[in-house]
């Protein structure tokens, strides 16, 4: 035991940057235990923490480079690897040119820095504009709404938990998901200290979810309807003459324009789009206008469908018009060690947007990506500009982007396929040659992207504590090796944090934190304050005003009024998806620790839903949309919204990190969900909403039985 190590560490497997103290020798993890001092997480963690160490020595991970022989894999050193993946990308781009090589980009790279850090390396090597990642799929309406409104896509705004009297949470379930682009580890003892505080916390969902369970405040709401919602209140707060600009007055334009066009979306037509009733909303909005803060947070199931866009700009224009808006209990804005938003400013820059347009079905680039949604007819078309060849990192695609089985099919056709990952699974299986990457604790570990969007300033940076396997590079390593490798170069310039050492005097917090500050702070982290009003200084519109009445919103405002729920007698139900606490996205079902119990992975649907289909708990059912079929047992609760039927995301794996513990055969929600439903504005993947109908499978013995 006396060689026994401590270290303290931020989990950068979700965006809730916990702090962990692990203990350790030289071969193995003894214990991952939550920090009571960590001044973020004040000492929550979740039991994905605890399964880091299993992701190292998972049996099933792939430790060397392994190429594909006759349909199997086989390991190859890394000059040979490096020596093939260079050969068959320029052979592709040779006769194809430059944007004959796609490039897939998937979620964990958001949380290692390494990454972060060499991929526009490796992007920029490629000379590709064919570029894709998991951001579609999740988060681009964000973006959008804070690139028009602020003029910058990373100044996001922020809930200041800590402070607000009254919060609105729609499509977010930050109890089971500890908070997206809102970084909040313990959300339900954050929503307990508000209401401690005597504050409140009104969850609208479809779904009543762990945390409007916790909240104590739920309204149903019709999939994909929250924008009639949101321009409702604002609407009310006008006619109720509530607006108050506050502090922001003076740089703010537009708000006229914002009452005109609200006008038409009346809190009676809310009422009959989302079912949420008329005086309910009226209320709502004076209670949101008249409390001594609010704050209305609106995340995946408010931007990953079809009105994404609006519903993100209407969010942030009902905070700024009463007050809540870079104001304490607001909606705020960070002041992160590392500065993204100062590193990449725009400041005195023009451009226009959309930044591109794609080449099959002319939809928006932002951000310099297309949208996950159009991966798969950029690979099936034929022309100039066609995708030949792929390299995903960190990603899934088949199972997480939406209609995943045409990606799958897609991705068998390609000339070349290259992955850099930790698993043979239902992407990477396609894939002619597999890189080893490097896991969280073979890494340096500091949050350069999650810091920007925390309830809370601080920072922390911890060293790798373990050696990768068979002396493989670390990630950052080979993707910058492989760049270096593709133009030609010998260098592979600094390491992340060496990077680190040089970007961090450039931040908010030049002169106080470094690298060795960082590693020398008693409790792992320093305490940079709470939020604080900032951002008359960092607005980075070309005018450098806010804008609460963008164009490219008000022009989509008739599609919008025009709107009719996609439900027909043919898919009379609306499909939306869910997390769970066990597993994160698609790749952590391989720890035994974490899939273990009962499967999981149902289809949940009320009670008058069941009655009507003759359907008893845990039965089979068959859910088809139009694009694909899933049969999986059904879980009858009226937690569900009649009308709606819920299926978990992350799960389905045919191939390579299954379920290990349980070995049940699991669905894919994304054989289900449809390619060419969008949010045109941004490209986002309306992952919800999705019409299905259910089948009673009588006699006949579904999948997840087997
Ligand atoms: N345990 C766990 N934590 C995670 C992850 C994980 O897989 N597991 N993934 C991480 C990632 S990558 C992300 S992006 C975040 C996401 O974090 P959250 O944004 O909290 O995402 P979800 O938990 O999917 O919650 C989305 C909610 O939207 C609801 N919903 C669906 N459609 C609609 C609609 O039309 N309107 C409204 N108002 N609600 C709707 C759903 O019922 C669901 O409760 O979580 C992160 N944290
Ligand atoms: N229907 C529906 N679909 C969804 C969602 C939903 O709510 N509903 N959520 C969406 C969201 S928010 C997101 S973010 C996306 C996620 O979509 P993806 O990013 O495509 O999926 P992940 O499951 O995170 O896949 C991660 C991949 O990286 C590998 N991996 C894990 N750690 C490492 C590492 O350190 N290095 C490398 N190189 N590889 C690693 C894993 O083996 C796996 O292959 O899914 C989206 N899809
Ligand atoms: S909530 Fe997220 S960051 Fe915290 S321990 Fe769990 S997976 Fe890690
Ligand atoms: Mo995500």
């Known amino acids: ?165 009254l919060m609105l949470i729609l499509g977010g379930n930050p109890v089971v998901s500890n908070g997206s682009m809102m970084t909040a580890p313990g959300f339900g003892k954050r929503m307990d200290e508000i209401k401690a505080r005597d504050g409140r916390v009104v969850v609208i969902d479809p779904r009543r979810t762990e945390t409007a369970a916790r909240a104590g405040e739920h309204l149903f709401i019709q999939p994909e309807t929250d924008a009639f919602l949101l321009l409702a209140l604002i609407h009310e707060v006008f006619a109720q003459g509530l607006e108050d600009l506050g502090a922001l007055a003076a740089i703010t334009d537009g708000i006229e324009i914002l009452r005109e066009a609200v006008q038409p979306f009346t809190a009676d037509k809310a009422a009959e789009m989302t079912g949420i009733e008329a005086q309910t909303i009226r209320a709502l909005a004076r209670d949101f206008a008249t409390a001594k803060s609010a704050v209305s947070y609106a995340r995946m199931g408010a931007s990953t469908q079809s009105f994404g866009s609006l519903c993100q700009w209407a969010n942030n224009a009902l905070n700024i018009i009463t007050g809540n808006f870079d104001s304490p209990g607001g909606a705020m804005f960070t002041t992160p060690a590392l500065d993204y938003v100062g590193m990449t400013s725009r400041k005195g820059k023009s451009r226009s947007y959309p930044e591109k347009r794609s080449r099959v079905s002319q939809k928006p680039l932002y951000n310099g990506e297309f949208p996950v949604s159009i991966m798969a007819e950029e690979m099936e078309t034929p022309g100039e500009g066609q995708i030949k060849a792929m390299i995903t990192v960190a990603g899934n695609p088949v199972l997480t982007a939406p209609n995943g089985q045409r990606i799958g099919r897609a991705f068998q056709d390609l000339d070349f396929m290259m992955s850099i990952d930790l698993h043979i699974n239902d992407t990477t299986r396609h894939a002619d040659l597999i890189l080893p990457a490097s896991v969280a604790l073979e890494e340096d570990v500091y949050d350069m992207v999650f810091h920007s969007f925390a309830v809370h300033n601080t920072a922390a940076f911890a060293k790798p504590i373990f050696e990768p396997p068979n002396g493989n590079p670390q990630e950052w390593e080979l993707i910058s090796r492989l760049a270096s490798k593709i133009s030609g170069s010998n260098s592979i310039g600094p390491s992340p944090s060496e990077m680190l050492q040089m970007l961090l005097p450039q931040g908010c917090h030049g002169d106080t934190v470094t690298v060795e500050a960082l590693l020398s702070a008693p409790s792992g982290s320093i305490d940079l304050g709470p939020l604080i009003p900032n951002i008359a200084d960092r607005l980075e519109t070309p005018v450098g005003r806010l804008d609460l009445a963008p164009e490219v919103f008000l022009e989509d405002l008739p599609r919008l009024q025009a709107f009719q729920p996609p439900v027909s007698s043919d898919f009379p139900l609306l499909m939306i998806g869910r997390r769970q606490v066990r597993s994160h996205n698609s790749w952590t079902q391989n720890s035994p620790r974490l899939v273990k119990g009962r499967n999981r992975c149902t289809v949940q649907l009320n009670p008058v839903d069941a009655a009507q289909l003759g359907l008893a708990e845990a039965e089979d059912v068959e859910i088809e949309s139009a694009v694909g079929a899933a049969v999986l047992p059904v879980e009858i609760t009226d937690e569900i919204a009649p009308g709606v039927v819920s299926i978990p995301q992350g799960w389905g794996q045919q191939q390579g990190n299954l379920s290990a513990a349980t070995k049940v055969q699991t669905v894919s929600i994304n054989d289900l969900t449809d390619d060419s439903r969008i949010d045109p504005i941004s490209g986002n993947a309306a992952l919800n909403g999705v019409p299905v109908r259910a089948l009673k499978l009588t006699g006949r013995s579904g999948c997840a039985a087997k």
Not at 10 to 26: H, K, P, Q, R
């Open 1 to 165: 035991m006396s060689d026994l190590k401590t270290q303290f560490r931020t989990c950068n497997i979700c965006e809730a940057m916990c702090g962990l103290i692990v203990t350790y020798d030289e071969n193995q993890v003894h214990s991952i235990k939550p920090n009571p001092e960590d001044p973020l997480s004040r000492g929550h963690i979740c039991p994905k923490a605890i399964a880091l160490q299993d992701f190292r020595t998972d049996p099933d991970r792939v430790t060397t480079p392994l190429k594909k022989v006759d349909g199997a894999f086989v390991p190859i050193s890394w000059d040979e690897a490096y020596d093939f993946a260079v050969e068959r990308l320029a052979s592709v781009q040779e006769v194809h040119g430059k944007d004959g090589v796609g490039v897939y980009l998937g979620n964990p790279n958001a949380h290692k820095f390494g990454n972060l850090l060499t991929l526009p390396r490796l992007v920029k090597a490629l000379g590709t504009s064919n570029r894709y990642s998991s951001a579609t799929a999740d988060q681009i309406p964000h973006h959008v709404a804070s690139i028009h409104m602020l003029g910058h896509p990373m100044l996001i705004p922020v809930p200041d938990v800590a402070r607000t009297d």
